[in-house]
């Protein structure tokens, strides 16, 4: 009441910045807007750190990394129905990747939104998140607020973490209560994310099976890369002897120049393995179901699959020893099983892996000192490839289509959680956002090598990385369009084909409109010259970089998901 001094009183807006910093959510990505505009200023006020947007998905997809960097929830502060629909795909991208994230959005009034009569921004947003995310919540009294906040982050960050929504109607957050009762009724979540013990018969089956293995296989994904579990999966992996794929996010884990590291003879070892030990990996797509011609079929597999998710076992086939826990905690009993004794693999197997790693690597070698003008792909990741390679603390962000799928083969990783791309969806704009988030959360040096066509769905957050003055230098291989420069509209038309790019596009002068660096380049030397340069100097940078525009290939390396019309005359 009126009576009450105002110091006793506490309100919406405080509770929730409280409640997300007693639980260590010290920064927000968003974009302002109603009804959260005062809340982001009174959360700076706070001390925390507000990182606004130009466009909520970017924000969004900045906060899903920096949960998956952190192991804690990355929140996206968004307005209503529009804004909360754009942050809605990176929560779902989010919750696809198994990365932690709460999207909050500011809500227009429930009783008005209920009976559809046309609120400001009217739109059910609860009912609309559910279904993509993990889990979803409305707080509508202030007292509920810490209770709110602790079962977002619970939901996010423990088992499989995943996307969490968070609905915040306008009116809850000038809402008061008695100041000390709203103290009490915060929430600090103790031991959010619960180690998962696996069985000791499952961790025994497990070792039985991978003893009996003639070519036994490690897979790690970025679920491993998550877990930060490198100390125990480095003493696995060296004290085993057994030859290791790493999945795009989990390079790095393990440097992959390791002797045992197999990625430069993955069609090999695909093929030929006999025990396939999966950690952190699902066997989706970008592991061909764990079926077929790649995995050698007729010849058959054993697999053993290490997951926090019980439900991913058998998803796709037949999983012989199956370990549900933390990644920490399962590779921990592995080792205590290896120190009990173990055989290395058999010495045929490792040397029919290092024959054809070597053969590989040397053809590669040749594709990658092509000095030619204009560039190709190999010819301009050369230079990248040693750019990082001088630089292994640094951050790799990657998204297009070729210069996604050739840099994730030709740029060797050496730290674990340095690669960050557009993971099980293969989603484009992720670009900006994760490299915002990875300077912010990390401070370390960041390149974001992005193709021309994804550098397009999240461009506009140069600015953002301008005004923040981020460690950030983005390269952008530039072939003039989607895939390649050279379609032709197959109708003769005036219309330009429908994969291609006004030509010679200058983004670097995009950068330049913003007060950051931006460079043009066409040759290897003077790519790595400027990224290296903009590395070191911490200073925001774009790096044009034109590539021949027939080079590349239709859809990269995934050309064969495209469906094929039979009847089609052109
Ligand atoms: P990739 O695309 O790199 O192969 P995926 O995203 O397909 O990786 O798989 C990651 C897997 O890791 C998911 O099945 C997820 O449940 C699991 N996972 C995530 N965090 C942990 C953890 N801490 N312990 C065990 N498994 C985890
Ligand atoms: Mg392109």
């Known amino acids: 009441s009126a009576q009450v001094p105002e110091h006793d009183l506490t309100d919406g807006f405080h509770l929730i910045i409280k409640a997300l910093r007693l639980n260590g959510l010290d920064t927000i990505y968003g974009v302002p807007g109603i009804p959260i505009t005062d809340f982001g200023r009174m959360a700076q006020a706070a001390g925390m750190r507000v990182i606004s947007f130009r466009h909520e998905q970017n924000a969004g997809h900045a906060a899903a990394i920096a949960g998956y960097l952190t192991r804690k929830p990355g929140v996206c502060l968004t307005v209503s129905a ?52 993990k889990a979803a919540f409305r707080i509508l009294h202030a007292q509920d607020i810490g209770i709110g906040i602790a079962r977002a982050i619970r939901a996010a960050v423990s088992g499989r973490p995943g996307g969490v929504y968070l609905d915040l109607p306008a009116k809850l957050f000038p809402q008061v209560m008695d100041a000390v009762e709203g103290e009490k009724s915060l929430v600090k979540v103790i031991d959010p ?17 991978l003893k009996s293995a003639k070519k036994p296989l490690v897979i790690f994904g970025k679920g491993a890369a998550y877990a930060q579990a490198d100390e125990a999966i480095r003493d696995f992996v060296e004290t085993s002897g057994i030859p290791f794929l790493q999945m795009s996010m989990a390079k790095g884990l393990l440097p992959d120049t390791h002797p045992l590291s197999a990625g430069a003879a993955r069609s090999t070892v695909l093929k030929e393995s006999d025990v396939v030990l999966l950690v952190g990996a699902r066997l989706n797509w970008l592991l061909s179901h764990g079926k077929g011609k790649s995995w050698g079929e007729p010849y058959s597999k054993r697999f053993i699959q290490i997951d926090i998710e019980p439900k991913e076992m058998d998803s796709n086939v037949e999983i012989v020893a199956p370990v549900v826990g933390d990644i920490g905690s399962c590779m921990e009993a592995f080792n205590a099983a290896l120190a009990k004794g173990w ?5 045929d197997w490792l040397a029919t892996v290092s024959a054809k790693k070597e053969d590989n690597i040397a053809k590669m070698a040749l594709r990658l000192k092509k000095n030619s003008t204009p560039m190709d792909f190999h010819g301009a990741l050369g230079a990248l490839r040693t750019v990082i390679k001088e630089r292994p ?9 070729n210069t996604l799928d050739l840099a994730r083969g030709v740029i060797d990783m050496y730290q674990p959680r340095r690669r960050l791309d557009v993971g099980t969806w293969g989603v484009m704009g992720i670009g900006m956002g994760f490299a915002i988030a990875a300077a912010i959360e990390t401070g ?4 974001a090598l992005e193709g021309d066509s994804a550098f397009g769905f999240c461009g506009m957050e140069i600015e953002t990385i301008c005004r923040y003055n981020l460690p950030v230098c983005i390269v952008i291989f530039n072939n003039n369009g989607i895939y390649r420069g050279t379609d032709v509209n197959p109708s003769g038309g005036s219309d330009v084909a429908t994969t291609v790019f006004v030509k010679d596009a200058r983004y670097d002068r995009m950068m330049e409109a913003f007060g950051g660096q931006g460079v043009y380049v066409t040759t290897p030397d003077e790519l790595y010259k400027a990224v290296g340069a903009a590395m070191d ?34």
Not at 393 to 401: F, K, P, R, T
Not at 539 to 552: C, E, F, H, K, S
Not at 554 to 567: C, F, K
């Open 343 to 347: 055989t290395q693999p058999p010495a």
């Open 193 to 209: 994310a619960p180690a998962q013990i696996p069985a000791p018969d499952a961790v025994a089956r497990a070792m039985e099976t």
């Open 393 to 401: 603390d640094a951050i790799l962000v990657n998204e297009g289509a």
């Open 82 to 133: 529009p804004g909360f629909l754009n942050g809605l795909t990176a929560l779902a991208n989010a919750t696809t990747n198994c990365f932690p994230m709460i999207l909050i959005s500011g809500s227009s009034e429930r009783e008005v939104v209920d009976l559809q009569q046309g609120d400001y921004e009217e739109m059910d947003q609860l009912a609309i998140a559910r279904p993509l995310c």
């Open 537 to 570: 100097s911490g200073r925001p940078t774009l790096v044009n970089a034109v590539i021949d525009p027939a080079a590349g290939t239709e859809s990269g390396r995934i050309g064969n998901l495209n469906p094929q019309s039979t009847v089609r005359k052109n």
């Open 444 to 447: 370390k040096p960041v390149l």
